[in-house]
């Protein structure tokens, strides 16, 4: 189940064991090799050339959870690892290559991802990065806002049929993937329709964007005394000294979120690379830098 929902978690708990059958047995590391195996094979059937790989570690991740990812990495004979990069960091690559001119910016970087919530302060100046200070909360990912929309499908569901759908594994993963599909859905629309499934039985339950961000109120106000607590960390007196809001994470794309963090740092997001792909192009175009900057 943890292979399935997330992958980074797979890899920052040393004890995970997955068991795929025939008697093998793979760890966090394996897994994310088997990952990249795949990654890999499908870029190349679309007739791309791989051959190196760029890092990119959340906040969260320490010194040995970086090794299990690079290890990974190196295990291969056909890739080169570029390099490790910090994600905050690499959201902001795609940022300060906008800018018009080398005078210094800092910006807010807000990284809600599935595993964890991730808020950092950078400074952009004469072409080079620096983070001035960054914090991180695992139970703040954008996994948080799913599972308030699952508890409440497997209340109704245990109301309307006697199961539990937390009680059974394939039941509960299969309602987080639902309860996922379904916050996506509210992105975009007012309402929808969550599918649950358990025990021989089916239940259609309708959810609202009005509701659901009336319940996730706590975890965006969390967030946001995340957001103050980076800013701190960095350094940073008042918003005022924040010259952008750099959005990162498909958690993101969620309307409440971004409402509210513009109101709390008074400046509209960043607009041009997409919420999900500026880590992993700053990762790569930093990552070279630093190869060549070592020489």
Known sequence: ASLAADLKSVVADPSFEFTPGEGKRLAGDEVLAVFLRHLVQDARDEGYTVSHVALAAPAWYDA??????????????????????????????????RLPDLNPRQALVFDLGHAALGVGVVRC???????LGQVAERELGSAAWDELLAREAARKFKEAHGVDLFEDEGARLDLMLRAEDAKVALSARAQCTLVAQGGGQTLK????????????????????????KARDAGGIQSWDEIDALILTGGGCKTPSIRRALKKEVG????????????VALGALYWGIGERHRRG
């Open 125 to 131: 100046a004469s072409g080079d990065i620096e983070v």
């Open 64 to 97: 040995a959870q970086r090794k299990v990812a690079t290890d990974a990495v190196e295990r291969r004979d056909d890739v080169a690892l570029v390099g490790v990069t910090e994600e905050c960091l690499a959201a902001a690559v795609p940022y300060s290559l």
């Open 205 to 228: 339950i309708g959810f609202t964007r009005r509701g659901f961000e009336e319940a996730a109120k706590p975890l965006v106000a969390r967030s946001l005394e995340l957001a103050r």
């Open 267 to 278: 400046r509209d997001p960043e607009r041009g690379t997409g919420m999900e792909e500026g």
